[in-house]
């Protein structure tokens, strides 16, 4: 049986990264660790991303396309308090700060997606990481406080390590209703240059069964 959240474990990993893991990911900009959580944070790593895909966010239920057998969400930790619990009370954090020789570490994101699997990616900055959206990258639908070129932090990219704020975040983060807004207008403008293509593709498909069947 998994202990209920407010159950604390170990924040620290079972083990520190060695020296050829960390070659390794200088090198290769990847790299696999294995054995860095117990098995207790095994079973909550699986039950949250479970509970996450079986409840999605309001985005995550915008964003995700479930008949192709995609589930795609964003920052569910807002509203799961056992993804929050991975987030700062789990060695993940501990690992990742090693990995990126920074003293301190902050909360990223989570997107998550699965055709058939359970998958989730955590994403952490260190010391030196700034606020720079991409173009074209997806919006950000919260107040998250920064702006181009600030520093990490904020409600949204809190700090994990080694000051944790006291209030761990919640669903309180107020959406960016401006950015949703302006969202929703260009999935509207993208649905409809779609829909030729996608009548046209259907004609084709349709022309192509019959001439099969004749």
């Not at 479930?66 to 589930?71: D, E, F, I, T, W």
């Not at 904020?154 to 302006?182: I, K, M």
Request: charged share 25%; with cysteine; proline share 9%.
């Amino acid at each position: 049986m998994i202990p209920p959240v407010n159950h604390r474990l170990p924040a620290t990993s079972a083990r520190d990264l060695t020296p050829p893991e960390l070659q390794a990911l200088d090198r290769d900009g990847v790299v696999c660790v294995r054995g860095v959580l117990d098995q207790e944070w095994v079973e909550r790593v699986r039950r949250a991303v479970d509970g996450a895909a079986a409840e999605p966010t309001w985005s995550g239920r915008y964003i995700s396309r479930r008949k192709q057998g995609l589930y795609h969400d964003m920052f569910v930790w807002l509203k799961n308090d056992r993804m929050r619990e991975l987030w700062f009370d789990s060695p993940l954090a501990h690992v990742a700060g090693q990995a990126m020789r920074s003293r301190r570490v902050y909360l990223f994101g989570n997107p998550s997606s699965s055709r058939g699997r359970r998958a989730i990616a955590f994403r952490f900055t260190g010391d030196d990481a700034r606020y720079d959206p991409r173009p074209n990258a997806m919006p950000v639908f919260w107040k998250h406080g920064p702006t181009q070129g600030d520093p990490m932090g904020g409600p949204l990219f809190p700090e994990l390590l080694p000051n944790p704020p006291a209030h761990r975040g919640t669903s309180q983060v107020p959406y960016d209703l401006g950015t949703l807004a302006r969202n929703f207008g260009r999935q509207i403008r993208m649905e409809l240059l779609r829909a030729p293509s996608k009548r046209f593709q259907r004609a084709v498909g349709e022309g192509a069964r019959n001439r099969a069947a004749s």
